[in-house]
């Protein structure tokens, strides 16, 4: 059994309340920038395993070693992103019995289901939403410990002001210009921005590892070539001959390129980590059209 924290459920599930000994509160995190949530308001009363921490792991295709499914069957708190991201770390949840566990899914947390584009970190609107969800979680488990979650939740949140202050920024300058992409890895962002992206069916084609149309093909060639887009953005860890062809194509265009991550890069906080990659979106599409 488990509970499953999601809009619907705010929260408010009934779990047996932590001891002095049960503390730090463990908590599996399926990808380390939620777990960087978690730690940001857990602070010291809680304990996280972050799954997926390498750039070298693709969370599609994950497959997650026995010690992992002990972590999850052994947490009091775990992390999904959901819309069927990691269904792996689902899987893992669904196989151990753990009566006591509450699972926060993401996704359902801004309202994202299976279909939607799963890179629900790129939406400016998660990490507020699963710190207010860890928030509550942790509170129920150890509520002489709320206060101090409450305040670190406000800290986390309030330390995000200066990433929603660059995508206003952004977006009040360059809201409407057309972009395009590989994959949808920046798509929740780029909707942030106000950005028109192009040429979705070719990147959810790729995202799904199927082979785009050939029309599909033509018209992010199309674009590219005849400058229809200002930038291209692709998953720099995941480069294929369709994407190395699309860059070859964009270069030869001039229009600038942009590489993004699906994973945190080792090192970097979220908020570093969203800054640059918004630095780099700004010089791309300040650059002069060639």
């Known amino acids: 059994m488990r509970s499953v924290l999601t809009a619907a459920t705010m929260l408010f599930a009934v779990v047996p309340a932590a001891s002095a000994a049960d503390l730090p509160t463990p908590v599996i995190a399926a990808e380390n920038f ?37 972590a999850v069957a052994n947490s009091r708190i775990v992390i999904v992103n959901g819309a069927g991201y990691d269904h792996w770390m689902e899987r893992l949840v669904d196989a151990s019995d753990n009566k006591d566990r509450t699972v926060i899914d993401v ?34 488990i150890d509520p002489e410990g709320a206060a101090g979650y409450e305040s670190r939740r406000k800290d986390f949140v309030a330390s995000l002001d200066q990433l929603n202050e660059k995508i206003s920024e952004t977006r009040d300058r360059y809201s409407g210009t057309p ?16 950005l028109d992206m192009r040429n979705e069916e070719f990147q959810r084609a790729v995202m799904n590892e199927t082979e785009p149309s050939a029309r599909e093909i033509a018209a ?3 674009d590219l070539k005849n400058h229809k887009v200002k930038v291209l953005f692709y998953n720099s860890q995941v480069v294929d001959p369709l994407t190395e062809q699309a860059l070859a194509t964009a270069r030869a265009a001039g229009v600038p390129v942009v590489g993004v991550t699906e ?8 908020l570093d980590w969203m800054l640059g990659e918004l630095d780099a979106t700004a010089r791309a599409l300040a650059a002069p059209s060639s």
């Open 179 to 194: 972009v395009t992409a590989t994959e949808p890895v920046f798509g929740p962002m780029a909707a942030a921005l106000g």
């Open 34 to 70: 939620y777990g960087e949530v978690a730690t940001a308001v857990g602070g010291d009363r809680v304990k996280v395993e972050n799954v997926i921490i390498s750039e070298k792991t693709d969370p599609h295709d994950f497959e997650p070693p026995p010690s992992v499914a002990r």
């Open 107 to 140: 996704a359902s947390l801004i309202g994202a289901v299976e279909g939607d584009n799963p890179h629900l970190w790129y939406d400016p609107r998660t990490l507020p939403a699963l710190a207010d969800a860890v928030a509550g979680a942790l509170a129920s």
């Open 220 to 222: 992010l060639e199309n």
């Open 263 to 270: 994973t945190m890069p080792p090192g970097k906080t979220y």
